[in-house]
């Protein structure tokens, strides 16, 4: 079974302070690894598609990452608004799979 | 473009009512998901249409839990009766369909309360 481990759970930082948040993944064969934000009472907002390792992806002052066995998401000089909960899922077939998630806070 | 429509946002009801949830997906999305997310927690998938066709309601808890698509655009989602460990945020999601690449993208979902 897909399984998605995401740390650390919160993280709390600064305005301005860079930081990187993990996710490390089991699948057989993997067909994407998806990056997603959620804002509190909202549905889970697409970031970005990850497909093999090496793969490098930017936007804004978001960046992911992927290797074969997990992904970081790299937020540079964040800002308030950056504050949310990171999804992180799999897909091995068409069901996606999801870590808990990381909550930042980022406090002016 | 529009995104994914559900309604309502918010349902409140109490143990063993029934309760439905509607979903619009995105224009053109051959794909429709049915997730539950509950509180700290990622979403998990109940069910998978293909246009009107449930591919994957391997985690559907078919007891109580039924959903349908119609014309294969837009789906229903209905528990009955409803239990206290029922309440959660129930997605929606959609995307175009056809390969296992696809994007979902999802609404904003509804809150359910079960008292």
């Known amino acids: 079974e897909d399984q998605v481990t995401q740390s650390p759970e919160a993280l709390r930082l600064q305005e301005g302070e860079s930081s990187s948040l993990n996710c490390s993944y089991t699948?057989?064969?993997?067909?994407?690894l998806f990056w997603y934000r959620q804002d509190p009472g909202k549905g889970p907002e697409f970031l970005f598609t990850?497909?093999?390792a090496g793969e490098e992806k930017e936007k804004e002052r978001l960046k992911a990452t992927l290797t074969k066995k997990e992904s970081f998401l790299h937020i540079t000089a964040p800002k308030p608004e950056d504050s949310a909960t990171y999804l992180c899922?799999?897909?091995?077939?068409?069901?996606?799979?999801f870590g808990a998630g990381t909550t930042v806070t980022v406090r002016a | 473009e529009a995104g994914v429509v559900q309604s309502p946002r918010y349902k409140i009801i109490e143990k063993k009512q029934p309760v439905a949830f509607w979903c619009n997906p995105i224009?053109?999305?051959?794909?429709l998901y049915w997730y539950l997310q509950n509180l700290g927690q990622g979403p998990e998938l109940l069910i998978r249409?293909?246009?009107?066709?449930?591919?994957?309601d391997s985690q559907l808890p078919k007891d109580r839990f039924s959903a349908e698509r119609l014309k294969g655009v837009d789906s229903t989602l209905k528990i009955q009766p409803a239990e206290l460990g029922d309440s959660a945020v129930y997605l929606c999601?959609?995307?175009?369909?056809?390969?296992?690449?696809?994007?979902?993208?999802f609404g904003p979902g509804t809150r359910l309360t079960v008292l």
């Open positions: 999601a959609s995307s175009r369909g056809g390969s296992s690449t696809d994007t979902q993208y």
């Open positions: 699948v057989s064969g993997l067909r994407g």
């Open positions: 990850l497909y093999s």
């Open positions: 899922a799999v897909r091995g077939d068409y069901k996606l799979s």
């Open positions: 224009s053109g999305h051959n794909t």
């Open positions: 249409y293909e246009n009107e066709e449930a591919v994957d």
